[in-house]
């Protein structure tokens, strides 16, 4: 069910297809990454960590790769696909916090407080019990000011929907050098372990890697019932199945063709 939430995300430009047309939907231009590769975090933005201690985004990347993602807490949507389909990717990978790793989950709902971010930690970890996880993730709260300091670093374009009562906001996380440069993304979600592992291997020898593909989910719950965005995704699941059948079909040509003739 969390994964089929995510089909509500789509963003339609990212696959060519034209948005679907609804005289009460959300706006959905400007949101997204900008890819600043190389760019420096602000290391002295002041944040809230889940235990309520005071600190600094620098003291939570700690000289350590780190891997920034941008949600919120009570997110009814997406966010939590993105820790789940990270935290599958990390314990596959054979990696460690805080040995190997930082994980710094920054709440960007200024209303949200320290013990909706200590909610949010106790639901993960009871979900995915990685060891170290309590020294090596961060879910830290902080005021606008701050979170729209780190969203510019980072290139990260979200907002605030008063009629649907929650965040629009792309799906993705940011991969930071030991001394919070930008150095690479994970854009949307199904993420690697291979992929995780290699990004931060280049972020932890202060590499700066390569642009990510443009792969754009946005995060955003829009009412089915209208009918409107469910019917689109139907035709892109139709789409999809279509491809698959006719790739299908043409690999069974193919092993008909080369098949050997009876008596040869």
Do not use: N
């Not at 966010?79 to 596959?92: E, K, P, Q, Y």
């Not at 009871?126 to 961060?138: I, L, S, T």
Request: a positive charge; hydrophobic letters at 45%; charged letters at 15%.
């Amino acid at each position: 069910m969390r994964r089929a939430a995510l089909l509500l995300g789509v963003f339609w430009a990212a696959s060519g297809l034209p948005q679907p047309s609804c005289a009460a939907a959300p706006d959905l231009g400007g949101l997204g990454y900008t890819q600043q590769l190389g760019d420096q975090v602000p290391l002295e933005t002041r944040l809230v960590d889940a235990d309520g201690s005071r600190t600094t985004l620098g003291a939570m990347i700690g000289h350590i790769p780190t891997l920034l993602v941008l949600g919120y807490y009570t997110c009814p949507s997406l966010c939590g696909v993105i820790r789940d389909d990270l935290f599958d990717a990390l314990a596959a990978s054979g990696l460690a916090t805080p040995r190997d790793y930082h994980l710094v989950f920054l709440s960007i709902d200024p209303a949200e407080r320290a013990p909706d971010a200590a909610r949010a930690l106790a639901s993960d970890l009871a979900r995915a019990p990685v060891p170290g996880a309590r020294q090596g993730w961060h879910f830290a709260t902080a005021d606008a000011a701050a979170i729209s300091s780190v969203s510019r670093a980072v290139g990260y374009r979200s907002r605030y929907d008063v009629a649907l009562k929650q965040f629009l906001h792309p799906a993705g996380v940011v991969v930071l050098t030991p001394a919070g440069l930008v150095s690479s993304y994970l854009l949307g979600v199904g993420y690697q372990p291979a992929s995780v592992r290699a990004a931060l291997g280049v972020a932890r020898a202060h590499g700066i890697g390569s642009r990510a593909s443009p792969v754009l989910l946005l995060c955003f719950h829009y009412d089915p019932a209208t009918g409107r965005y469910s019917l689109a995704i139907v035709k892109l699941l139709r789409l999809a199945g279509g491809l698959t059948v006719l790739t299908i079909l043409v690999l069974l040509a193919l092993l008909v063709r080369r098949r050997p003739s009876p008596g040869r």
